[in-house]
């Protein structure tokens, strides 16, 4: 790598620029001279396309440098400094944080509602045809509710052209931007900081992972009406997918079945007793809040951690009712007792080996004295689970999100890292060679401009041929991961990534850089023309 820094020190001074030395990081280079000072040659099409060749030479030798730098996949990442020494109680979710499920409960769940369609709301019996595809959707997708378009929104609130769809066909650029008169959608058309809809949002956010069959009936539904013609009402379809979604948990459909079939739909692999004991051993308390009912719970955590796993809990609520659980005074715990019946004593004690039902956290917080800083909250609902809990009460939180252990990997393969270096690379050159407004050199950006949109095709279908990666939206992030970062101080695959850390270990966000922080070399590499993305961090490890 140090060869690599120094052929393009060496192309900077060939070039005739002036490097020197960022003050604050010591070795990293960084050019006075701005390009649009530069002199054009005067044959633009010999010039232009030197420094495409160039930029491509430089790029190639620097993927073996980034792929020596792989990304771990069961690695815990911080968006806040957190120190575990600080933490005495440990709290968690129990579906998708204590216990992972299977490929088949997502189409347990799509085809028991979509039956709910036809039996209950007199849906045509001709979607029985759609099956559930798991490689349709993903997780933090918005759908406007009077259109019926399922779209992928970054942090910023613009759409990602190429990722709206309308049933099971996307739905081309120009129509979106006439649609929307732009690709931009106005903050009172989404849902609140919290996630939660009032009336006039016409944008729902997708955040749970049980709504991806949820996603893919609403496509197919609206698929099946659009190929037949069918004039229906965008509106009651919605509701109507989301109350049978809704009855498949409520009415017992989905638990029924996974007690019937414990071992097709629950994985045993995520090591979850491990963890537990681990902070058992280490003196830690740890408490359960789910809003699954109490036999459910049971049976998964039986299968999982054993017979005594209540004995490594300090308090198990369960049937909570989370979000409202975090806000809502009024409603009292219950006790509920081995055959599952509601007792009517009046709780003064959270007692250890006794299940609980309903709730609040204010009265939680009363009889355990568990307040602020100390206690750490796992989930993997960024509103539901974690996002009251840090903002009103200052509990640190946890995000577990599964998507993110398949992501990485595909993340360190060589063609992805080939890609993306190329990408970043060529972004740059078109931003630095943009000045040069003579016809040859503008139809030579325009083959460039082509070739980055091909790129950034291809990118993402490396995560999901519809709607890419869960946290990226070309450039920027996603709305989704904006919300991960405000409401969770650290995020993780799975709970199995703990036991990789010492119970003492502190985590340390990154310093990312802002964009008028980032050093010359950043935009130019002492060339003047490229981009290439993580070379002052590789340099300088090197």
């Known amino acids: 790598m140090a060869t690599v820094a120094r052929s393009l020190l060496a192309a900077g001074r060939a070039g005739g620029r002036r490097c020197q030395a960022l003050p604050a990081a010591g070795a990293a280079p960084y050019c006075t001279v701005a390009p649009q000072q530069r002199q054009p040659p005067p044959d633009m099409k010999s010039y232009l396309w030197s420094r495409y060749k160039e930029a491509k030479r430089v790029t190639k030798e620097l993927v073996p440098s980034i792929m020596s730098n792989m990304l771990n996949p069961d690695a815990i990442f911080s968006n806040n400094e957190m120190s575990l020494s600080d933490i005495e109680i440990y709290g968690f979710d129990y579906d998708y944080t204590l216990v992972f499920y299977s490929k088949h409960l997502h189409t347990l769940i799509f085809n028991a509602a979509r039956d709910l369609l036809i039996n209950e709301h007199r849906y045509p019996a001709e979607i029985r045809k759609y099956d559930y595809d798991p490689n349709f959707a993903i997780r933090g997708l918005h ?23 309308r049933g099971l066909s996307v739905v081309p650029d120009e129509e979106v931007i006439a649609m929307y008169d732009g690709s931009h959608v106005p903050l009172e058309q989404m849902s609140d900081f919290y996630g939660k809809s009032s009336q006039g949002n016409t944008m729902k956010q997708f955040m749970d992972i049980f709504s991806l069959p949820e996603m893919t009936l609403l496509s197919c539904v609206n698929e099946y009406f659009l190929k037949n013609n069918i004039d229906y009402e965008p509106v009651h379809l919605y509701k109507d997918v989301k109350d049978s979604i809704r009855d498949v948990h409520i009415k017992g459909i989905m638990y029924r079945a996974i007690e019937a079939d414990i071992e097709k739909y629950i994985c045993y692999a995520e090591q979850t007793r491990a963890v537990l004991a681990k902070l058992a051993d280490h003196g830690k308390k740890m408490f359960l809040i789910t809003n699954s009912p109490s036999s459910f719970v049971d049976k998964g955590m039986k299968f999982i951690v054993g017979k005594d796993w209540r004995d490594l809990f300090d308090v198990v609520i369960v049937q909570a009712d989370k979000p409202n659980f975090f806000n809502d005074k009024r409603r009292p715990f219950r006790k509920v007792n081995e055959r599952g019946v509601l007792l009517w004593d009046k709780i003064h004690k959270l007692q ?24 750490l909250y796992f989930g993997d609902h960024i509103y539901s689970d974690l996002a009251d809990l840090t903002l009103k009460h200052g509990w640190r939180t946890g995000a577990i999100i599964p998507e993110l252990r398949s992501e990485i990997k595909i993340m360190n393969t060589e063609k992805y890292i080939q890609t993306m270096t190329w990408l970043q690379t ?16 503008q139809m030579i950006l325009e083959e460039w401009k082509k070739e980055r949109k091909e790129m950034r095709e291809m990118n993402r279908n490396f995560f999901n041929a519809q709607f890419g990666s869960l946290f990226r939206t070309d450039e920027n ?9 405000r409401f969770a101080d650290i995020y993780m695959a799975s709970l199995s990534c703990l036991l990789n850390y010492e119970p003492d270990y502190t985590f340390y966000p990154r310093r990312t850089p802002l964009q008028h922080e980032l050093p010359g070399w950043s935009d130019q590499l002492c060339t003047g023309t490229f981009r290439i993305p993580f070379l002052q961090e590789t340099v300088q490890i090197k």
């Open 143 to 165: 759908y406007d509710v009077h259109r019926a378009l399922l779209m992928k929104i970054d942090a910023f609130h613009y759409i990602q052209l190429g990722t709206v769809y």
């Open 352 to 375: 250890k080996g006794q299940i609980y039902k309903q709730g609040n956290l204010y009265e939680f917080l009363k009889l355990t004295g568990w307040r602020g800083s100390k206690v």
């Open 426 to 441: 060529l972004t740059g050159l078109l931003e630095h060679m943009q000045v040069h407004r003579d016809p040859d050199s």
């Open 477 to 485: 992030p996603t709305y989704f991961l904006r919300r991960l970062s």
